[in-house]
């Protein structure tokens, strides 16, 4: 009966939450779109001005204020049931309101999905440690890049024409980095928009608006622009086509130039492709006058100049060139005298203090991490440019769920201030991270990253107990295996080497890799191992199957942690389900890739080829589930083989994960292999 009494008595949770602005306000468009796209009906804007004191009963009040501290600063407080965010400008303002949200149990893991609290609370603890603390960000640049040269989901919205028509997708996106604590948002060009006919002024049009929509939000835009035409493997946009006749340069660039600058960006990135590249004399000449003819038709936007990997012979050249220093060719930025910021680029989830076990040539990216200490210690401008994913065969298209991306990007950050502190100098100001997804937990990486920027927590992990803590024992269940998930993915996948066997291999990577052009790390393939010699498979048992043993048995461990008895995929909630999927692909391509190769080892194969087709099916049953419920609504496009747009892929970027073409691909090799077949593999590019 007491009980009874009791609930009767429990008033019925806040059914609306109004948000009051003043009208005058810059911020109230900036939030009045922030709220819309929560997708909440409790939630709205006071947009005249209305009081707090005189709202509807049964509903919670927050007041955005202005105050003196820096523009992208914000305090919260708890002042007599109102709920206050006090900040010194637009940024700052839908910041703090993001914060006190996800007090509140809202959190924001991906541009077309939020998750909502199930009731919204009474009032929040007064003694919490976020409230009635000054938050400041760590970072001057907290910066996405989509790599647009990519069918990924911001191809389609930023370059491609929204699907849905109008500009959904761009605000979706915008709004999403904003609520993830980033300010800066860029993508990059192609060539497509000097094929003729409306393109130009399609793109034009719709490059206005997006910019224009960003910059509302209080976001700066940047653009990608290759400088030589030699180099562009990608149908990238280029400022000179052929490098050869100087004398056309400045013509070429000032037209080019005139075709980006009036859509109104406020940076534009500069690369220098892959694997190939000029003499350096040319080099040089043709990025300062890069820099020049940019400045004579938009004399305000910065410029940056993406400082790549690679670390063959061919990619080595002297500067100057007699009695100079040999370096990588893209280190030849750092000696221009071009206004412009070096971003110091790494590639996959390696970082600047660990192995990067033969990617793109390199034993390490020391030269890089030193490259960027010295400019800090200089005081001179840099920005750290990694990647939270590099989409061809390596990691979200094989599918594999990689929580060790945040845990390498953590650990770059953490060393990056560490060093500083030990050597006097300016943390980190500028960081850009280099995108290519966000299904299959890929979002995790982007906006765990965009808020280590504002604010680098005591431990990556505790990005993930925050995130998930909204489930309480499910949730911190969940946090801890991804948790231990990455420490063992950085144990075996860097440590020991291992990546090569999880990613997969194209067609186009075996020709690269007959003729010395490497990217993703090389492996030793089924077919090699079959004629190696005793010492040489023992070694490859003790290298490779060894650790790549470890790691099975570490990840089915993570699995059996989130695993709930007689909890269906279905009932659990959408982001837990997608952690789930994403332990037991991970389980299943490692499974699959021991099992091949110890069936190479075997005198018998059949009993580890049958484990290999048990953990196909297997993953075949979660990709399954996985891209039937995909975050993005234009999922269906992400996953097919048919995708007209101006990259050089004809296909969504998921598609090879929807056919698990790697995995049938080393199938069929080892059926040609060990079973007598001919089948030719497919080649998965």
Not at 320 to 329: A, C, F, K, S, T
Not at 475 to 481: F, I, P
Not at 630 to 641: F, K, N, R, V
């Amino acid at each position: 009966m007491l009980l009874l009494l009791a609930l009767a008595c429990t008033p019925p949770p806040p059914s609306a939450l109004v948000v009051y602005v003043d009208p005058e306000d810059e911020a109230m468009p900036a939030i009045e779109s922030f709220v819309r796209l929560l997708g909440d009906e409790r939630v709205k804007v006071d947009a005249v001005g209305g009081s707090p004191d005189e709202r509807a009963e049964g509903s919670l009040a927050v007041r955005v204020e202005s105050s003196e501290e820096c523009a992208e600063c914000y305090l919260l407080r708890d002042a007599d049931g109102v709920f206050e965010v006090e900040a010194g400008g637009m940024l700052g303002k839908q910041y703090g309101l993001a914060h006190l949200l996800e007090l509140m149990d809202y959190r924001f893991p991906h541009p077309f999905r939020t998750r909502l609290p199930g009731s919204l609370p009474e009032s929040l603890d007064r003694d919490h440690p976020d409230l009635l603390t000054l938050f400041q960000p760590e970072q001057s640049q907290r910066g996405l890049h989509m790599h647009t040269l990519h069918p990924i989901e911001g191809l389609f919205g930023f370059w491609e024409a929204d699907p849905g028509g109008g500009t959904d997708r761009v605000e979706a996106i915008a709004d999403w980095v904003v609520k993830n604590r980033g300010n800066h948002l860029q993508w990059v060009s192609l060539d497509d928009i000097e094929a003729g006919d409306t393109v130009y002024e399609d793109w034009l049009a719709r490059a206005t608006a997006t910019n224009e929509l960003a910059h509302q939000r209080g976001l700066t835009t940047g653009l990608g622009v290759q400088l030589f035409g030699s180099g562009n493997l990608q149908q990238a946009f280029d400022l000179v086509d052929d490098a050869s006749d100087e004398t056309l340069w400045q013509e070429k660039m000032e037209d080019r130039w005139g075709l980006l600058t009036p859509a109104g960006f406020d940076l534009y990135s500069l690369s220098f492709g892959e694997f190939f590249g000029e003499d350096p004399a040319t080099f040089i000449r043709a990025l300062e006058l890069a820099r020049t003819t940019l400045s004579s038709k938009d004399d305000e936007a910065r410029m940056a100049a993406v400082i790549h990997v690679g670390d063959s012979e061919d990619q080595k050249v002297v500067y100057p060139e007699v009695d100079g220093e040999e370096m990588i060719y893209y280190m030849l930025a750092l000696k221009s005298d071009a206004d412009l910021v070096p971003h110091i680029h790494t590639v996959m989830y390696y970082t600047l203090f660990d192995d990067a076990g033969g990617a793109y040539h390199h034993e390490d990216f020391s030269e890089h991490r030193q490259a960027l200490l010295d400019l800090l210690a200089a005081g001179s401008p840099v920005a750290y440019f990694p990647e939270s994913s590099y989409w061809v065969a390596f990691d979200n298209p094989v599918p594999l769920y990689l929580p060790v991306y945040v845990h390498s990007r953590y650990r770059d950050l953490e060393q990056i201030r560490l060093s500083a502190q030990a050597n006097g100098h300016a943390d980190l100001s500028e960081h850009v991270l280099f995108s290519s997804g966000w299904e299959w937990g890929y979002w995790q990486n982007d906006a765990f990253t965009l808020r280590m920027g504002y604010t680098l927590p005591e431990s990556w992990g505790d990005l993930y107990r925050d995130w998930f803590a909204v489930d309480a024992g499910e949730g911190l269940r969940l946090a801890e295996a991804v948790v231990a998930l990455a420490e063992a993915q950085h144990r075996g996948l860097i440590e020991a080497r291992l990546a090569p066997y999880l990613a997969g291999r194209d067609t186009v990577m075996d020709i690269g890799f007959g003729a010395g052009i490497v990217a993703a790390p090389d492996r030793v393939e089924l077919a090699e191992l079959a004629v190696a010699d005793a010492k040489g498979r023992a070694a490859f048992e003790a290298e490779v199957l060894a650790p790549l043993a470890t790691l099975e048995q570490e990840t089915a461990q993570a699995l059996s942690r989130v695993q709930v008895p007689g909890l269906q995929s279905g009932d659990r909630d959408v982001w837990a389900q997608e952690v789930v999927d994403g332990i037991e692909i991970d389980l299943q391509r490692t499974r699959f890739v021991l099992a091949l190769y110890r069936a190479v080892l075997a005198e018998d194969p059949a009993a580890e080829l049958a484990l290999a087709d048990e953990a196909h099916d297997l993953a075949r049953g979660v990709v399954d589930r996985r891209h039937a419920d995909l975050h993005d609504p234009i999922g269906s496009t992400l996953i097919a083989d048919d995708v007209a747009n101006a990259t050089i892929y004809d296909y969504g970027y998921l598609v090879r994960a929807e056919q698990l073409c790697f995995w049938e691909r080393e199938r069929t090799q080892a059926a040609n292999l060990l079973e007598g077949s001919d089948e030719l593999p497919p080649s998965c590019f």
